[in-house]
């Protein structure tokens, strides 16, 4: 069960009743075997009780799950293991759940509940992409799976799978992959399975899986767009892939459109639910959606170095609707206390450069302004994310999916190696204030246009 089906309002004094309490034994009945966690909910009508005046009533638990104990005195709280522990009681049918808004003392400030629940609230942790009667909700914050594709470390199949299970348990569902990441389709094909037989099907129902094609230069005829295709669909195991994201090397090469009129076919043909791009630029984004091709999506290298996306091509996303999902946003890790205080011209005296996404966008630095103005960046980034009490990347993340047509940002997951799920959930609940978008923007401003220097999106590409 994912955390984000969890939505949590606060009021003065709040019973919150969850909606898998199940009361009847005829409901039981209708549990489906892949449902077996929730199972105990159904065993008897003892277990709950209805409180009501007049037309106004409340189904609750006969026990209730009292809070008062994360507002501080019992022990420090972790958020993820809170909310592991809160559904573990609604899995055993304890799903009622008591809290305050009063949760402030004298020495502490304020703790406890606000902090630890608001990233439960769906409507923060979700975007929509669409274009006519083509849609699809995505998580904001989504999981990018460069990272399978080699240099990153040896990948474990079972413990990647295993891993990409607890991102999805923490209400991060969105996978992005792409047919040229090594083993990344085959790994979602082998997790949906897992969410198949291990979760309810109303889980299976927020799960995302995005993929790229990214093809050679040959001619785009229906067969071949349609065979690719289908190799896909048959790696990640879907009748329907959710979003595919389409990637073209030469714009001097036409093809481009008869690959997206082929694909936007499939979409009719149920194949496909919303076809997307990747690494386009302005000019030719434009020429798609006049051809009337449903693109709902472009994603794109952005971050607070990288901030291309924020002129052309956001404001032809402003105009049309077609929403950014971004990329490169801490940079490879780069946009890190890990980096803070560093000096690469020394060799050996700080962290090397050695994964792929690390040496790609040291190269983004160098063309934005250097190292030495890099450093700047992450001092600022420091002092407000110790404001907030959370990490830079988090700080990073949250910064530019605040920006203008930005419907998500994806995090680089290196399945089974590491795990920053925690990091992940913060930046959702995060809030920048005026003064910190001012701090960042300030020193943003201070690097190199790479409009400029590089060229529109995608241009990196195509140098």
Known sequence: MAVAAH????????????????????????????????????????????????????????????????????????????????????????????????????????????????????????????????TLDICRVVNGMWQTSGGWGRIDIDNAVDAMLRYADAGLSTFDMADIYGPAEDLYGIFINRVRRERPPEYLEKVRGLTKWVPPPVKMTSSYVRESINVSRKRMDVPCLDMLQFHWWDYSNPGYLDALKHLTDLKEEGKIKTVALTNFDSERLRIILEKGIPVVSNQVQHSIVDMRPQQKMAELCQLTGVKLITYGTVMGGLLSEKFLDTNLAIPFAGPSLNTPSLQKYKRMVDAWGGWTQFQVLLQTLKKIASKHGVSIPVVAVRYILDQPAVAGSMVGVRLGLSEHIKDTNAILSLALDEDDVNRIQAISKKGKDLLRVIGDCGDEYRL
Do not use: P
């Not at 019973?15 to 005829?26: D, F, G, V």
């Not at 065993?43 to 409180?51: H, I, L």
């Open 7 to 134: 939505n949590v309002v606060f009021s003065n004094f709040t019973a919150i009743k969850s909606k898998t309490m199940i009361s009847t034994r005829s409901s039981s009945r209708r549990l489906a075997a892949n449902s077996v966690r929730c199972c105990q909910l159904a065993t008897s009508e003892k277990r709950s009780v209805t409180v009501s005046n007049g037309n106004d009533s409340l189904e609750i638990c006969r026990v209730l799950n009292g809070m008062w104990q994360t507002s501080g005195g019992w022990g420090s709280i972790d958020r993820d293991d809170a909310v592991e522990a809160m559904l573990r009681y609604t899995d055993a049918g304890l799903s009622t759940f008591d809290m305050a808004d009063h949760l402030k003392s004298k020495k502490r400030g304020k703790v406890g509940l606000r902090s630890f629940c608001c990233v439960l609230a769906e409507d923060n942790r979700i975007s929509v992409v669409k274009n006519g009667k083509d």
